[in-house]
């Protein structure tokens, strides 16, 4: 065994490039800025075209099976190309792939913008993934080349502004373009952004080092793309077709049997797709798994607030997305400030603080009802951005942090699927805690609440008496009557599903607390010493 991982490290050091020139001390705002705008529109896109499905199903006549599709198939490319950017990175170099990338999410945009049915703008969007699937790993990767280590956190910081304040901004810039103009502006908008993020690009960014004799693991590729997609497609129809169902059992065994597969090929070639043998590392596998439980952390507002502000309060799509605004706004603003602060004093303190926070105010949120105030829950959503913003980068970036430079493509990869993987599963979680719950809540209260008992008699006689006033007949408004009461239960059923999802969530985010005590800045600071001089022989594997 050692001698196979030496030699695995022999072949590290083989392909490892020379050092990058721009080891510059100070950080080159231009091209930050430059990577930040393709961030964010890839990130705006993928959450800009929800507000839009009941457009598109009235439009082209689909079913809402059929315009699913449309976010799906974003997701599945997307979440299938990720893996395979640290490798194309490396090998032709990540300004190369970053405009390749930006360029073809922005010819997707443009046939987006000339779809003419559902089948036509599904096939369009996969275009347009594989485009935005990449501009995440290779604007994060291509960061961490061009920025001195000891600034890495400012400048994640500011990029991070594009990863926290897109999914935001999308709903509700979404719905005034639908609402206001036509459906083709959520597509048509992107043309003229990544034509300047292009421009930009060759103008001014440097190009990171290449390994031209670089070969493609074949069987790593087919295997990642199979297993990915397979374990994506059953997150996200396992509760449609039921989890239990023989299609997504299926997939979920193919996925885990497949990505074995890849996880053993990885650890026995010279360059694996994704290197595996990087979790080695105990503060980068610490690292991605907080990563992993934060982000289910996220979604459970970004996934459960909408829901609950319009199934359950009554709001529009529009006044939604500006309820979550300033949330967004807050997250931003704190990105910088996180970065600045972890360059500083480290991950340690940052993320005990922020996702103490977090978890406080998500297990407040099980609090919620179906009278809490517009304002109250922007500010209760707000001083939970502050511990997201305060947290979110430092649990990253503190991992990457430990990784040999010339290996942090490899990583980013790595870093986005699980965060892509995760997302989904959080998604997915959460909407089956939601659903049992619910199912729990109306059988109680169908229960408890009895047509003979005297408040329940005099309720049923009011709103009897009510519809009455309103023109309907004795036997009508009788079983009116029934009507209004059964839906008061179904909604205070959901509302009581929803406060227990949050409950689960503040669960979930709280795993996060002792692993922090793996991300302090001396630990940090010793891993990645101990990394560099592993990939450089000085010490045995």
Not at 234 to 260: H, M, N, P, R
Request: aromatic letters at 10%.
């Amino acid at each position: 065994m050692v001698g196979l991982h030496n030699q695995d490290n022999s072949s590290r050091r083989q392909n490892q490039p020379p050092p990058y020139a721009a080891e510059a001390k100070s950080i080159p705002w231009g091209a930050l800025l430059i990577l930040v705008i393709g961030a964010f529109m890839a990130i705006l896109d993928s959450s800009i075209v929800n507000v839009a499905l009941p457009r598109f199903m009235t439009l082209f006549g689909s079913s809402a099976d059929e315009i699913q599709w449309i976010l799906t198939g974003y997701m599945l490319t997307s979440g299938v190309v990720v893996p395979i950017t640290g490798y194309l990175g490396d090998r032709f170099g990540n300004k190369r792939m970053y405009i390749w990338s930006v360029a073809a999410f922005t010819l997707g945009s443009l046939l987006c913008g000339l779809a003419w049915s559902t089948q036509s703008l599904t096939v369009f969007r996969v275009i347009q993934a594989i485009g935005g699937g990449m501009i995440i790993p290779v604007s994060m990767a291509m960061i961490y080349r061009i920025i001195p280590r000891e600034k890495i956190g400012l400048a994640l910081g500011i990029w991070g502004i594009a990863a926290i304040m897109a999914p935001a901004v999308g709903p509700t810039l979404g719905g005034y373009l639908v609402d206001n103009y036509s459906w083709h502006w959520i597509f048509t908008i992107n043309i003229p952004i990544g034509i300047v993020a292009i421009m930009l690009a060759i103008a001014y960014l440097e190009e990171t080092p290449v390994q031209k004799n670089l070969k493609p693991d074949l069987v790593g590729i087919l295997l990642s793309s199979a297993g990915c997609f397979a374990l994506l497609l059953a997150l996200s129809e396992g509760q449609d077709k039921g989890w239990t169902s023989q299609y997504i059992v299926t997939l979920l065994v193919f996925s885990g049997f497949v990505l074995c597969l890849f996880a053993l090929w990885e650890l026995q070639v010279p360059n694996p797709l994704i290197d595996i043998r990087l979790l080695k590392n105990p503060v980068l596998s610490a690292s991605l798994l907080a990563t992993c439980l934060t982000t289910i952390g996220l979604f459970s507002a970004v996934f459960l607030i909408p829901i609950y502000a319009q199934n359950l309060l009554g709001y529009t799509p529009m006044e939604t997305g500006l309820l979550m605004m300033p949330m967004a706004l807050v997250t931003g603003l704190m990105m910088p400030i996180s970065g600045k602060l972890f360059d500083k004093f480290g991950a340690f303190w940052l993320g005990m603080i922020g996702m103490s926070l977090v978890v406080a105010v998500t297990y407040y949120l099980h609090t919620l009802t179906l009278d809490t105030s517009y304002r109250h829950l922007q500010v209760i959503l707000s001083l939970r951005a502050v511990g997201l913003g305060l947290a979110t980068m430092p649990l990253t970036t503190a991992g990457m942090n430990t990784v040999p430079r010339f290996l942090v493509g490899r990583a980013s990869a790595l870093n986005n699927t699980v965060r892509q993987i995760s997302g989904s599963m959080g998604i997915a979680y959460l909407t089956y805690v939601m659903l049992q719950r619910q199912a729990y809540h109306t059988a109680v209260l169908n229960e408890s609440v009895s047509l003979t008992s005297p408040v329940a008699s005099l309720a049923q006689a009011q709103i009897k008496g009510y519809l009455v006033g309103y023109g309907l007949n004795g036997e009508a408004a009788r079983q009116g009557s029934y009507s209004v009461i059964s839906g008061l239960l179904a909604r205070q059923s959901f509302m009581n599903a929803i406060s227990d999802t949050f409950v689960v969530s503040a669960v979930i985010i709280a795993l996060v607390l002792p692993l922090m005590f793996l991300l302090s800045k001396q630990r940090v600071e010793q891993e990645r010493i101990k990394q560099q001089n592993l990939s450089q022989g000085r010490l045995p594997a």
